[in-house]
Nanobody, 119 residues
Framework: QVQLVESGGGLVQPGGSLTLSCAAS????????FAWYRQAPGKQRALVAS????????YADSVKSRFTFSRTNAVKNTVYLHMNNLKPDDTAVYYC????????????WGQGTQVTVSS
């Protein structure tokens, strides 16, 4: 069983920064991609950023140049979303998503962490 545990959410003022982390544990297998999604009240869950096994990264237009997705070798199977110059529109629950490959493609979700940008 695979578990994803997110941390790092909280309340921040506009223009501030936060770093979210997502730690994957369990019988993970081969990682295809990590991703961060977010869901604001009354809106559908949307992709924020993704980090693929080939090293490529993709970002939603609304967060480009402000958010950075990173993964370090120091802590295995842990990824980070560095969020800078946060805006009130970034307020949402942020979810970590993992895609792995075994005999087929598997997808896993974290429970989410709240990010609130407000003065």
């Amino acid at each position: 069983q695979v578990q994803l545990v997110e941390s790092g959410g909280g309340l921040v003022q506009p223009g501030g920064s936060l770093t979210l982390s997502c730690a994957a544990s369990g019988d993970i297998g081969s990682i295809d991609a990590f991703a961060w999604y977010r869901q604001a009240p009354g809106k559908q869950r949307a992709l924020v950023a993704s980090f693929h096994s080939d090293g490529s990264k993709n970002y939603a237009d609304s967060v480009k140049s402000r958010f950075t997705f990173s993964r370090t070798n120091a802590v295995k199977n842990t990824v980070y979303l560095h969020m800078n110059n946060l805006k009130p529109d970034d307020t949402a629950v942020y979810y970590c998503h993992l895609t792995t490959i075994r005999d087929r493609r598997y997808e896993y979700w974290g429970q989410g962490t709240q990010v609130t940008v407000s003065s």
